[in-house]
């Protein structure tokens, strides 16, 4: 039960702005609200009838399953801010997306080691730094290149931002290159099934750094390091390596292999 009432307070507040903006409006404490998103806690009688009257719904409501409280929304307005019902037609397509596309992120906030081969250098592989963060009921990730194929003394730094859904127990994550604003990658990574996460396996969709900019697709992995690192350490470690390099553990090259078995008809992911 009070999974339930915390997955539907995570929808409900989908409806504003961010969750601060729920807080300030219910005049209840921060830390206090985000237990209840994450089901730490439960409201007192009192807070939750102050909840339910400020979104318009009946405190039974908030205890029905997720999937039954998503069908009683969709029939029923959400009382709303009056900047949410400003919202572009984007950011209403998104906020309906995080309904469903947020539930069960948290574990994987955090930094991670990316591995694929290099779309811009044929034969070499990329390790990224990744950090996954959850911020006001959306979860966003920033990742990092660091790039010196002609040895030169100061290296490319690529940034790229975007947002994660968890769509039906697979992992979405779409980014824009946030300095030219020239490409988009789209990853989908199969989800951990451990409390623990300690590598993510997938595909990742973009454009090669070359010239003709040609559209490519690699197997790719998420390396698990954790909520707090040392970060200029950690990208000092990315960069371009050889496949044969010790500094890459050989049960990774596998994984990120971009080979076809016979009488395959389209390239897959690794489990």
């Not at 729920?22 to 009688?45: D, E, H, K, W």
């Not at 010790?246 to 971009?258: A, G, M, P, T, V």
Request: proline share 3%.
């Amino acid at each position: 039960m009070v999974q339930h009432f915390a997955d539907n307070l995570q929808l409900l507040c989908s409806y504003y702005k961010s969750v601060a903006d729920v807080c300030r409006r219910l005049n209840i404490n921060r830390a206090q609200f985000n237990r209840y998103l994450n089901g730490t806690t439960m409201p007192s009688s009192s807070t939750q009838r102050r909840i339910c009257e400020f979104f318009g719904v009946e405190p039974d409501e908030m205890m029905l399953s997720h999937e039954q409280f998503v069908k009683l929304v969709q029939v029923r307005p959400i009382r709303q801010s009056e900047e949410s019902k400003n919202l572009t037609p984007e950011q209403l397509q998104f906020n309906r997306l995080n309904q469903s596309g947020q539930l069960g992120l948290a574990k994987y906030d955090g930094y991670y080691f990316e591995y694929y081969y290099s779309m811009a250098c044929p034969g070499k592989i990329l390790r990224t730094l990744v950090h996954i963060e959850s911020q006001d009921g959306k979860t966003y990730y920033k990742r990092t290149e660091r790039l010196n194929p002609r040895n030169i003394k100061k290296s490319f730094h690529g940034v790229y931002n975007g947002f994660v859904q968890l769509l039906s127990d697979r992992l979405f994550l779409l980014d824009f290159e946030s300095q030219t604003h020239v490409e988009m990658t789209q990853t989908i990574l199969y989800p951990s099934f451990r409390n623990r996460v300690e590598r993510l396996t997938g595909l990742r969709l973009g454009v090669s750094g070359s010239g003709e900019r040609a559209p490519c697709c690699v197997r790719v992995v998420y390396e698990y390091l954790g909520k707090n690192i040392n970060k200029k350490h950690a990208v000092a470690q990315c960069g371009l390596y050889d496949p044969k390099s010790d500094e890459i553990d050989e049960d990774i090259c596998q994984s990120i292999h971009n080979d076809m078995a016979e009488g395959d008809w389209h390239f897959r992911a690794r489990f």
